[in-house]
């Protein structure tokens, strides 16, 4: 699927998120990668195969306040 020189990572390689963005709609949440998966704004993903990766955002470090 890509073209780019290097290629981008493949679909079920653990770098994924990393390749070019072909496609990008922010009004509605979401960027298609060269490497067909779908990424959400949340961090969640569908690869082309069908496959839902959750949502994975990093958690807020020890060290940040807690609203109460």
Same mark, same amino acid.
């Given at each position: 699927?890509?073209? !780019?020189? %290097?290629?981008? #990572?493949?679909? =079920?390689? #653990? =770098? @994924?998120?990393?390749?070019?963005? $072909? *496609? !990008? !709609? %922010?009004?509605?949440?979401?960027?298609?990668?060269?490497?067909?998966?779908?990424?959400?704004? =949340?961090?969640?993903?569908?690869? %082309? =195969?069908?496959?839902?990766?959750? %949502? !994975? @955002? #990093?958690?807020?470090?020890?060290? *940040?306040?807690?609203? $109460?």
């Amino acid at each position: 699927m890509c073209q !780019h020189e %290097p290629q981008c #990572p493949t679909a =079920d390689s #653990p =770098d @994924r998120e990393a390749a070019l963005i $072909v *496609a !990008h !709609h %922010p009004e509605q949440g979401w960027s298609l990668l060269c490497n067909g998966v779908l990424l959400f704004e =949340d961090t969640g993903e569908i690869l %082309p =195969d069908g496959q839902i990766i959750a %949502p !994975h @955002r #990093p958690l807020a470090s020890a060290g *940040a306040a807690t609203v $109460v």
